[in-house]
């Protein structure tokens, strides 16, 4: 089973970027669909970006489509999500999780202890 560790996450003004990394241990890594989830406090954990395996399909929650950008580096057992023009509504804690199955949602899991992310007004 994969292990995943967050980082990437802080404060910054609405308007602005940052650049989430998840880290991946062991040497499956490319045999897993890796997404990103979030959640807001007194909010359910929802699904913002995934990834498949090789990289050449990705999607996005409609909240973030346009702005945020998830990419992966095999080589390097990474995988990232870009986020710019953040707004205060992208506050939450950021949560990196596998899958080897790219199109069932609720099958990601093997949760990272996840990464703060808070955008100001």
């Known amino acids: 089973q994969v292990q995943l560790v967050e980082s990437g996450g802080g404060l910054v003004q609405a308007g602005g970027s940052l650049r989430l990394s998840c880290a991946a241990s062991?040497?499956?890594?490319?045999?897993?669909?890796m997404a990103w989830f979030r959640q807001a406090p007194g909010k359910e954990r929802e699904l913002v970006s995934r990834i498949s395996r090789s990289g050449t399909a990705t999607s996005y929650g409609d909240s973030v489509k346009g702005r945020f950008t998830i990419s992966r580096d095999n080589a390097k057992n990474m995988v990232y999500l870009q986020m710019n023009s953040l707004k205060p509504e992208d506050t939450a804690v950021y949560y990196c999780?596998?899958?080897?199955?790219?199109?069932?949602?609720?099958?990601?899991?093997?949760w990272g202890q996840g990464t703060q992310v808070i955008v100001s007004s």
């Open positions: 062991g040497r499956t890594f490319n045999t897993y669909a």
């Open positions: 999780a596998a899958s080897q199955d790219y199109y069932t949602v609720s099958r990601f899991g093997s």
